[in-house]
């Protein structure tokens, strides 16, 4: 039995996720931004919170935590390389670790370039891939520790998992990230008919994450950058693809 993974929103903009096993009742939580809503989810589904895998620093993917381990104890799991400035963790992990919930075992992969250390889980039994703020819908972070080449290989890494992988990443950014790919991708019609389907959703309020990561090959630029048409658009033909990636996320800092 694959995973029950709930899409829980948090404070502005921010997701996190619960990752429930019927079979062992085990329920794992994916960052923490905000407890009231994390604390109301597990409640209402009656689900016992049993760990924690945090998946980088940053305050709006931690903030929550504490208030949550004060009723609901679990175990924390986060980067070893990230564990200096975590909440206390209880196991660390890196790059080719797995961890385990219930019966499905996840692969944790090193996507350090948003920050040192940022790392994301996958459970290729559920399809599932947490990202937080790696690969993002039509997206990804803003590269504020590591370098761009890292960033790249980064992505790259995720981007050879099956593309039927969902991609649960960790903000709600997806329309405005449509405007940027637009200007980077203009003749892509999936780009286009995703950002018609992006304006649906978040006009009736649905939550645009997450999404397949064969949409996110198809559409987000970031992943893109060996594209021909884009590479032409960029005026780099042939260039490095990791410099074409650079471009693109230096584009989207000025935008
Ligand atoms: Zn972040
Ligand atoms: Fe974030």
């Not at 449509?178 to 006009?203: K, S, Y």
Request: charged letters at 20%; a negative charge; glycine letters at 6%.
């Amino acid at each position: 039995m694959p995973l029950e993974i709930l899409t829980i929103p948090c404070l502005s903009d921010n997701y996190a996720f619960l990752a429930h096993d019927a079979e062992s009742g085990e329920t794992a939580l994916i960052d923490a931004p905000e407890a009231a809503p994390i604390l109301a989810a597990l409640a209402s589904k009656g689900w016992r919170l049993t760990q924690v895998l945090l998946t980088h620093h940053h305050w709006d993917h931690v903030e929550g935590l504490s208030e949550i381990l004060a009723t609901h104890p679990a175990k924390v799991t986060g980067a070893e390389a990230d564990a200096h400035r975590l909440p206390p963790l209880d196991a660390t992990v890196r790059e080719g670790d797995c961890v385990q919930i219930g019966a499905e075992t996840g692969q944790v992969v090193d996507v350090s370039g948003h920050t040192v250390g940022h790392v994301a889980y996958h459970f290729p039994g559920s399809r599932a891939l947490f990202t937080a703020d790696s690969l993002m819908a039509l997206g990804c972070g803003r590269v504020f520790e590591g370098a761009m080449p890292q960033m790249w290989e980064s992505l790259s890494k995720l981007a050879v998992l099956p593309p039927e992988t969902m991609v649960y990443s960790g903000h709600e950014y997806t329309q405005a990230n449509g405007r940027f790919a637009e200007t980077i991708d203009p003749d892509n019609p999936a780009l286009q008919q995703r950002i018609r389907e992006i304006a649906a959703a978040r006009e009736a309020e649905m939550p645009t994450v997450p999404s397949t990561l064969e949409l996110e090959l198809a559409t987000n630029p970031f992943l893109r950058a060996r594209d021909p048409a884009i590479q032409a658009h960029l005026g780099m033909q042939g260039a490095d693809p990791a410099e074409v990636f650079a471009e693109i996320r230096l584009r989207k800092d000025r935008f």
